[in-house]
């Protein structure tokens, strides 16, 4: 059976996908728990993680992922000691979430893991093929990112 062109794009998206968790795995971190460290890095870097950023809901709308599975991350990543809860006095039902030096580390150790790896790539695929596939994966990332507006209705 022939398969579309739409479908064998997919698969190569889905196999990608497939390659970056296993990458990430190399570390001790889930593509996800990635993400959430990451961006509670990211939010703190320059001084105080702002208050905002450091709450689940907040984390959830910036990543675009349910808060059930941002719970289901954040309590991953705190029974490794990756992250502590703090109570805010101001709003005890949504508690701060930091990050703490344990944490660093292992995000760290995932960065310098990315790194090597898409350097190697960057360097197999080089010149004009990495230039071409780096607009086309945004052009991909584009698409997605539009696609539920043109069907929200």
Known sequence: MDESKGIKLLRSCFGMRRQMRKV???????PGEYLVLRR????????????????????????????????????????RGFIERK?????????????????AEVLAESEKILARISDALAEELQGEDLDGLTKLIDKIADFFDRLPDENAE
Request: hydrophobic share 35%; proline share 11%; glycine share 8%.
């Open 24 to 30: 990430l795995s190399q570390g001790r971190l889930k």
């Open 40 to 79: 509670l890095y990211a939010a703190r870097q320059g001084g105080a993680l702002p208050p905002h950023m450091g709450r689940a809901a907040r984390i959830s709308e910036f990543l675009d992922v349910p808060p059930p599975i941002i719970t289901r991350i954040l309590n991953s990543l705190e029974d």
């Open 87 to 103: 109570i805010d006095k101001t709003n005890r039902r949504s508690p701060m979430i930091e990050p703490t030096e344990t944490g």
